[in-house]
């Protein structure tokens, strides 16, 4: 059964995928994590915490007085603290970890999971009343439009590079266009879902979007081969990622906000001020 992931993060390609991924979308994160409240006291899990800096910040925010719980297929990169607890932990297979959680977060996973509407239903069920879950991914149906190239004729090495990877997505079962639905599960599942933020910008050569599509393509070098790029192209598109001078409009990242009916209207789940 395809898995949905295409990438192997073990590596040092990894790694840099995991460190541009936070350098490129934390602020985002934070700042809707910031809005509903997040604060002291509260119950987090943190799921596909890659590198662990949203796991790390919301540590920070809830204090010794609440607990994040963080999970990944690979946990190589995670740092258990007094008040942080890492496990290793497919959500796609996996029980949910026990607790009654006061926020669940998940950020460019459930893109990956076949069975994502299994997954958020089980979800569901580990929020207290009033808890939130959040979910965030980027819409990855169409082509990244490129704003700017210093020269036109390397345009179509982008756009090729950017055909195959999405195309291998869709190969091991990844849904490019979920978030776009993401609303609408979470009102089956039975959430109350709030609203849906959505982040984009302009990314140039050697900023944090281009080098996670620099990351990717290490990590998938023999598939980009095997589908039809050259030696040639491969050393145009790493060029092309690292010159300021090439702008891609990318990633545009889709938050979700929704809310486990039982609180009272306009209260906060956590325990303490934000």
Partial sequence: MPTGYSFDNAG???????????????GHTTSVLTEYGVGRGWRCLDIG????SIA?????????????????????????????????????RD???????????ARMV?????NRHEVLARLVSALRPGGLIVLSDCDCRERDPILAVPDPADAETFELFNDIIRSLGRRNGADLGWTRYAYAAMRTAGLAPDRTVVFGRSWP??????GLYQALAYQIEPTLRADGMTGEQLATLHRL??????????????????RRPGAAAGTDPGRGAG
């Fill in 110 to 114: 459930f893109v990956h999971l076949p």
């Fill in 95 to 105: 029980p949910v970890p026990a607790g009654e959680y006061d926020l669940i977060h």
């Fill in 205 to 210: 050569g050697g900023s944090a979007g281009c």
């Fill in 12 to 26: 040092a390609a990894g790694a840099r995928q995991l460190d541009q991924l936070s350098e490129a979308f934390d």
């Fill in 56 to 92: 790390g910040w919301l540590a920070d925010r809830v204090g010794p007085e609440g607990h994040v719980t963080a999970t990944d297929v690979d946990p190589r990169y995670l740092t258990e603290r007094d008040n942080l607890t890492v496990l290793r932990h497919d959500v796609g």
């Fill in 49 to 52: 915490a890659g590198a662990g």
């Fill in 241 to 258: 990622l690292d010159d300021p001078g090439f702008v891609l409009s990318a990633w545009l990242m889709h938050t979700t906000v929704g």
